[in-house]
Nanobody, 122 residues
Framework: QVQLVESGGGLVQAGGSLRLSCVAS????????MAWFRQAPGKEREFVGA??????TIADSVKGRFTISRDNAKNTVYLQMNSLKPEDTAVYYC?????????????????WGQGTQVTVSS
């Protein structure tokens, strides 16, 4: 069983920045596909970005503003969020696929964190 713990959320003004972190348990973290999703009130959970040893991908809605990265020595994946907008307000979730396959689909990820709230004020 893999446990994921997110941190770094908070309240920020539009145009500001936040960096989210997600620490994962497990000895083979470097093999995991790690992803970030977000869910706004009344909306479905949506893909933000994913990263594996092969590379990374980011959603068009945040491209140029958000960056996903990882530090395998720390079992941690990051989401750097710049130029935040009110529409980025959501609960942000970290997810892991132990098989190392990164997709944009919620159902493909077996392990999830508890989420961290990001609120962007206008």
């Amino acid at each position: 069983q893999v446990q994921l713990v997110e941190s770094g959320g908070g309240l920020v003004q539009a145009g500001g920045s936040l960096r989210l972190s997600c620490v994962a348990s497990g000895r083979t973290f470097s093999r995991y596909a790690m992803a970030w999703f977000r869910q706004a009130p009344g909306k479905e959970r949506e893909f933000v970005g994913a990263i594996t040893w092969r590379g990374r991908t980011i959603a068009d809605s945040v491209k140029g503003r958000f960056t996903i990265s990882r530090d395998n020595a720390k079992n941690t994946v990051y989401l750097q969020m710049n130029s935040l907008k009110p529409e980025d307000t959501a609960v942000y979730y970290c997810a892991a696929d132990l098989g190392g396959i990164a997709t944009t689909k919620v159902d493909e990820y077996e392990h999830w964190g508890q989420g961290t709230q990001v609120t962007v004020s206008s």
